[in-house]
C-alpha cells in the first residue's frame, strides 16, 4: 500500500505561483509513474502532469511551458510548481502513483487533494 499526501494549495491571484508537494510513504524510484491530476467542478478529472521512472515527462497541453514536475528522491517527494496561474487552472489537484507490470497498471493511488484558486 502506498500512502500519498498532498500540500501546497491555496488561493493566489491569476499571475501568480505555486508549488504543490506530494509525499510519499513508499520509495518513489520504485513507483512507475508519478503525476498530478485535477478536477474542476462539473468536470472530469484530468492529467496534468507525470513522470516515468525514467525521468520522462509529460504535460497537458494548457499547462506546457506554466507548470513543472519534479521530484526530491531523498524526501520521497514529487512537485508541480505552478506559474502564471489562470482562473482555468482552479481545480482540486491529486497525487498519483501506479505500478505497472509489463506495460499494465496493477496498482493506482491517490492522494486526498488539494484545492487550488485562481480567481479571474
Known amino acids: 500500500q502506498v500512502q500519498l499526501v498532498e500540500s501546497g494549495g491555496g488561493l493566489v491571484q491569476g499571475g501568480e505561483s505555486l508549488r504543490l508537494s506530494c509525499a510519499s510513504s513508499r520509495n518513489i524510484a520504485s513507483i512507475n509513474v508519478m503525476g498530478w491530476y485535477r478536477q474542476a467542478p462539473g468536470k472530469q478529472r484530468e492529467l496534468v502532469a507525470r513522470?516515468?521512472?525514467?525521468?520522462?515527462?509529460n504535460y497537458a497541453d494548457s499547462v506546457k511551458g506554466r507548470f513543472t514536475i519534479s521530484t526530491d528522491y531523498a524526501k520521497n517527494t514529487v512537485y508541480l510548481q505552478m506559474n502564471s496561474l489562470k482562473p482555468e487552472d482552479t481545480a482540486v489537484y491529486y497525487c498519483?502513483?501506479?505500478?505497472?507490470?509489463?506495460?499494465?497498471?496493477?496498482?493506482?493511488?491517490w492522494g486526498q487533494g488539494t484545492q487550488v484558486t485562481a480567481p479571474s
Open positions: 498519483n502513483g501506479k505500478l505497472e507490470f509489463r506495460g499494465t497498471t496493477v496498482s493506482d493511488y
Open positions: 513522470i516515468l521512472s525514467g525521468g520522462t515527462t
